[in-house]
């Protein structure tokens, strides 16, 4: 019996694992992942993590940067929680190794962000999230007491009663089905940017968790705001980290002008100014695109419109120095070089704001259920993530859920042995019937898979208007019923990928309902979502999350949740001006 | 482990599959031509010491010698060119935090190569 | 227009020119446990795109032709280090290996060398996370630990001393490149040693790895064959950091009171 | 911690591969192939004689041979191991490696005291 198990090896889920492993070293605690930690999507992250370190700083900035980033929709007690912890976590990050790049006397360095007021975006070159994974997954290798399972995928989430039992999980490699039983089960498995034709998300951020949650009972909330990062790689839709901007980059249309001044980002300075121009927040900038896109001002590619980023005044020195990824990337992707050429970018779908609705512990409302990091969604976040606040936030809330987690292990004995054998017993038949049912016919699982990204993209977008999203509705309806017949040419056993492509698939497809369901509810426009038909904010209606929950008949149903304020109330979103 | 997981047999010819890894292997090869231009040089010096020079330059002179040495020649001298490249790579130098290129390094170590070499000529043929 | 239809429009538009039909022959190992009982190529043709990595030529495969061709990526951006795969003989990453630089083809590709393979492209890492853990890839201190408020200092030239050490994905090419762990799986290997360095040389730690590196399967076991750091995509050098680690070995077991 | 010779083996080898390298071209140049060929004469034997007679030449010379038989033998141990991919012999090879090297230096010795 495990006290805490972990879905997810990324950033959160690792983060977690320590602290259990930490708290109480007496709890056995495991981590399952479908791809080995080290792989997780966390690996990425490029520009940095948000804390409060530097002197003038104050949290109080950092929350009113983030909720007002936020478009007033996140939970403001949670974000207080998360400004005042992301400073130690980072610490914490660094006594356990983490090359951080420093100043000169020896003190960690901070550079500036998208919507933030003060520089206090710690970084690690332009490498950041690869630093902070692989500092966390050796750092776990310290604990004897985590165990891991690699390359176990999770199908299904035992729950019996209102309580979570376990997890039922494939092991990829030899295809075995095991019903793992456990006290509390922590869901860490990151976002679900793959249900979108264009994005700088890997191939493993399919949703699973929510996924998981949802179909186990527990509502998601928030799901319509989906972030598109203004600056992808046109084809390959590789990110072009904001810290390039934040070093000085800036963005011009086909005339070479800096048409951010045109959206009430500020004026044009030579060096960055915060929380003005290329340093606005995202879902502005992204909708800075398409109005320049509707006058003709971006630029024709077989791969889309573009813009264009333009890094050649920072000299190849700075961008060595600060943003070295950045030019390796655009090396060996693109074919060019920022020191001496433009980079075309386009907006990309980037990162879920939404997910997994849990309090400030982690918890969801099936008890011993938890969620962390990008699955979940705690509110801290609101209608718009801003830059290097995600890194902090796994890191608090990862190592809250295990906080939270192993208490409640430590409190409340374990387990309905029967339900865990009946639930593993049931889903070892489903998904053995996928594999010898073999249907050689049906439509082909990328097939089905390009047309749920394609009715995404069109419905919900960076701009959205009902009737397409109601026709998204249907489309999906009949995508699901035709995913139940999907062509399965791999009957073999071991390292089976078709088969997780499978149920990815099926994950993809709930993550997509939710998706344009909360759209389609909310009619209004605020933070990252915007409605065509509703262009206003409306507080009197709407300051409040969208949480769904799936009907017994399968469909999903939105309700709203009043959103928590403390000390901020709703006020305009100011950029650019003083 | 896995049961099903295949295992490759050994590669018996793995030096054949890249030039790197023949180059290498060469450059592993040299050593015997060390070991023998040091049986050499002894049996020159078994000579100098016994008086018997001059059938030690009949014994040099024939022509199977004389390729030998040639070979040997090659070989040491691919064997000083690669070892002095690779020199850097053991031995980083850091001054006030910065690294010195290798190309410094390795500059520095055929300089004194030749260095060498020219003194030893010297005190040989003066 | 999204850009995958663009990018069919593209490609179909091509077509309708006549010299976009191109094609390349893309000659896969696999190998099926259930049926093989050694690996066997298979052909496929993929469509000729110059913005095509392998990488993209395999999902092409996987989604159109055969879904059964099993491999393992994820980022596809070089970073995740889940991608290396022996191209046309050398070890190398799908993802940053491009399609057009193969020229009319055709190409080699099959698992990495030096692994048991799973299944068709996928092959067995577990060893080398069992030698990653054992060389203590962690910040040791000793003593008091700093209080969550301050950070131990570190000058950029100290963090120069070891950052490239520090950027090792994982990826595994230098370990199918390395001719002694192919030949000997004990050897502990480029980029094992790597990290172990890593943590060495970071002026924070003040741990010692001395025990495990200095011994016929640690450092002593690498004959600085050099591929290792040929192949690596991130410029680790892991040859580097081995032959660093003998001259540290050889002068601490000469002079046993010398610190590191 | 299990004790290893290893460390000074390869002080021994990384020292050879570096008097090698300055010496061993030059030399063989000279005596095995331009004095050989006639290009250059032999010096008389009584110059050599008197170049050989200093007691740090002699032992330099020791240093010398010492050094570079164990260059060679180490290298030729791990190669052939590798080549032939006889690694688990290794402790027999290695003793025929470094013994001929051992007795090259004998030679030496003999010849030069
Ligand atoms: C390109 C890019 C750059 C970014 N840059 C920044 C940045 O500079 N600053 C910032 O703050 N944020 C950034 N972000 C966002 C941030 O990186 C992510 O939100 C964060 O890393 C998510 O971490 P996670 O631990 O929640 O999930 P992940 O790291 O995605 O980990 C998910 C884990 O869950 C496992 N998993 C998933 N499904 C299953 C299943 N069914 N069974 C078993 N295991 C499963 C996976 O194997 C994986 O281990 C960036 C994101 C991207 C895409
Ligand atoms: S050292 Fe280089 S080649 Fe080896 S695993 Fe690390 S990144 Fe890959
Ligand atoms: S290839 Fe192998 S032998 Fe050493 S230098 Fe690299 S580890
Ligand atoms: S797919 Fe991640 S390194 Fe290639």
Redesign the interface.
């Known amino acids: 019996m495990i006290d805490v198990l972990i879905v997810g090896g990324g950033g959160a889920g690792l983060r977690a694992a320590i602290a259990v492993a930490e708290t109480d070293p007496s709890l056995t605690v495991a981590v399952v992942s479908k791809v080995y930690p080290m792989r997780s999507h966390t690996v990425s992250a490029e520009g940095g993590a948000a804390a409060v370190i530097g002197i003038g700083d104050t949290l109080d900035e950092h929350a009113y940067d983030t909720i007002s980033g936020g478009d007033w929709l996140c939970d403001q007690d949670a974000v207080e929680a998360f400004v005042a912890e992301a400073p130690r976590e980072l610490i914490r990050l660094e006594h356990w190794g983490c090359p951080w790049s420093r100043e000169s006397d020896g003190r960690v360095a901070v550079r500036p962000f998208g919507g933030m007021k003060r520089m206090r975006t710690w970084y690690a070159a332009d490498k950041t999230g690869f630093h902070l994974l692989h500092t966390l997954f050796q750092t776990t290798l310290k604990y004897q007491e985590i165990i891991r399972y690699d390359e176990w995928y999770v199908t299904q989430l035992i729950v019996d009663d209102g309580r979570v039992h376990g997890v039922v999980a494939i092991e990829i490699r030899t295809g075995r089905v095991e019903a793992i039983a456990a006290r509390t089960v922590i869901l860490a498995t990151g976002g679900c940017g793959r249900v979108f034709p264009f994005t700088t998300n890997a191939a493993i951020k399919t949703g699973d968790g929510m996924s998981l949650a949802y179909r186990a009972g527990a509502p998601l909330k928030d799901m319509e705001f989906v972030q598109y990062h203004p600056t992808g790689l046109p084809f390959t839709g590789i990110l072009i980290t904001e810290a390039a901007r934040a070093e000085g980059g800036w963005l011009i249309n086909k005339d070479g002008y800096r048409y951010l001044q045109d959206y009430d980002l500020g004026q044009p300075t030579d060096t960055p100014k915060l929380r003005s121009m290329e340093l606005g927040p995202r879902d502005r900038l992204s909708q800075a695109f398409v109005a320049e896109q509707n006058k003709g001002r971006t630029v024709e590619t077989p791969y889309g419109p573009v813009v264009y980023l333009d890094l050649r005044h920072l000299g190849e020195a700075k961008i060595d120095m600060r943003i070295p990824f950045v030019r390796e990337l655009c090396r060996s992707y693109q074919n060019l070089d920022p020191a001496t050429d433009l980079i075309p970018v386009r907006p990309v779908v980037h990162y879920m704001m939404g997910g997994v609705h849990t309090d400030l512990d982690g918890a969801t409302p099936i008890a011993g259920l938890y969620a962390a990091g990008e699955t979940a969604c705690v509110s801290i976040n609101g209608a718009n993530r801003l830059g290097s606040n995600s890194l902090p936030e796994i890191l608090v809330f990862g190592a809250r859920a295990g906080a939270a987690a192993a208490g409640f292990a430590r409190s409340h004995q374990g387990g309905q042995a029967s339900a865990v054998r009946s639930q593993g017993e049931d889903e070892r038949r489903r998904l053995r019937r996928v594999l010898d049912d073999g249907r050689g016919t049906g439509p082909r699982i990328a097939d089905l898979r390009e047309e749920m990204q394609q009715t995404l993209e069109g419905a919900a977008g960076i701009y959205r208007t009902g009737d397409p999203l109601a026709k998204a509705v249907e489309t999906l309806a009949s995508l699901r019923e035709r995913a139940v017949d999907a062509r399965v040419d791999d009957h073999s056993a071991t390292f089976n990928t078709e088969l997780i492509s499978l149920i990815e698939l099926h994950a993809m497809l709930d993550v997509a309902e939710t998706v344009v369901a909360c759209a389609l509810n909310r009619t209004e426009s605020r933070g990252a979502h915007q409605r065509l038909d509703f262009p206003a904010r409306d507080d009197a209606g709407f300051l409040a999350h969208s949480l769904v929950h799936r009907a017994p008949s399968g469909v999903p149903s939105v309700g709203l949740l009043p959103v928590t304020l403390t000390r901020w109330p709703p006020g305009e979103r100011v950029y650019g001006r003083d | 482990m896995t049961a099903g997981a295949y295992r490759p047999p050994?590669d018996?010819v793995w030096?054949l599959r890249s030039r790197a890894y023949a180059v290498f292997?060469a450059r592993?090869?040299t050593?015997?031509f060390?070991?023998w231009?040091?049986?050499?040089?002894?049996l020159?010096?078994?000579a100098?010491?016994g008086?018997t020079?001059q059938e030690f330059?009949v014994l040099?002179?024939r022509p199977w010698?004389?390729a030998l040495?040639?070979l040997?020649?090659a070989a040491?001298?691919f064997?000083?060119v690669t070892?002095?490249n690779l020199?850097p790579k053991?031995t980083v130098v850091r001054l006030d935090g910065w690294r010195v290129p290798d190309f410094m390094i390795q500059g520095g170590n055929h300089t004194?190569?030749l260095l060498?070499?020219a003194v030893?000529?010297w005190?040989?043929?003066r | 227009m999204s850009t995958k239809e663009s990018e069919r429009a593209a490609r179909r538009k091509a077509a309708a020119d006549g010299h976009g039909t191109e094609t390349i022959r893309l000659e896969i190992s696999r190998y099926r446990p259930e049926q093989d009982t050694e690996p066997v190529f298979e052909s496929f043709d993929v469509p000729m795109s110059e913005d095509w990595a392998i990488l993209d030529g395999l999902n092409y495969v996987k989604d159109q032709l055969d879904g059964t061709l099993s491999f393992r990526w994820s980022c596809r951006m070089g970073v995740c280090g889940s991608c290396g795969m022996n191209v046309n003989g050398k070890p190398r990453l799908t993802c940053g290996t491009f399609l057009s630089e193969f020229g009319r083809g055709p190409v080699r590709i099959e698992p990495l060398k030096g692994f048991p393979v799973i299944r068709d492209l996928v092959v067995e890492i577990d060893d080398f996370l069992a030698k990653l853990s054992h060389v203590r890839p962690w910040l040791i201190r000793e003593g008091e630990e700093l209080p969550l408020t301050a950070e131990y200092a570190q000058t950029p030239e100290q963090l120069e001393a070891y950052k490239q050490y520090s950027m090792c994905i994982n990826c595994l090419l230098c370990y199918s490149a390395c001719?002694?762990y192919v030949?000997?799986p004990d050897f502990l290997g480029p980029a094992a040693i790597a990290l172990a360095q890593r943590y060495n040389l970071d002026s924070r730690d003040q741990g010692d790895r001395?025990?495990l590196l200095?011994?016929?399967e640690g450092v002593?076991g690498c004959?600085f064959v050099g591929e290792c750091t040929s192949v690596c995509p991130k410029h680790v050098d892991p040859a580097e950091a081995i032959q660093r680690y003998?001259v540290t070995?050889?002068m601490?077991?000469?002079l046993p009171w010398s610190r590191r | 911690?299990?004790r290893?010779p290893?460390?000074?083996l390869?002080?021994l080898f990384?020292a050879?591969?570096?008097v090698?390298?300055?010496?061993?071209?030059?030399?063989?140049?000279?005596?095995?192939?331009l004095?050989?060929?006639?290009v250059?004469d032999?010096?008389a034997?009584a110059e050599?004689?008197a170049?050989?007679d200093p007691l740090a030449v002699r032992l330099a010379?020791v240093a010398?041979?010492l050094l570079?038989?164990f260059?060679?033998?180490?290298?030729?141990r791990?190669?052939s191991e590798?080549?032939l991919?006889i690694?688990r012999l290794d402790p027999i090879i290695a003793v025929l490696c470094y013994g001929a090297a051992i007795a090259?230096v004998v030679?030496?010795v003999l010849?030069?005291f």
């Open positions: 050994r018996r030096f292997v592993e090869l050593s015997v060390v070991a231009t040091i049986a050499y040089l002894l020159l010096i078994a100098v010491t008086g020079l330059a040099a002179a010698m004389i040495n040639v040997a020649l040491t001298t064997h000083a070892f002095l020199a053991a004194a190569w060498v070499s030893l000529a005190v040989v043929l | 001719p002694v030949l000997n001395l025990d200095n011994s016929d002593w004959t003998k070995a050889a601490r077991s000469v | 911690m299990r290893t290893e460390p000074y390869w002080l990384s050879g591969g570096v090698a390298a300055l010496l061993l071209p030059v030399l063989v140049l000279l005596f095995g192939v004095m050989p060929l006639g250059l032999w010096p034997q050599l004689a170049l050989l010379l010398v041979v570079c038989l260059h060679a033998a180490h290298r030729i791990f190669t590798e080549v991919g690694a090259g030679v030496a010849l030069l």
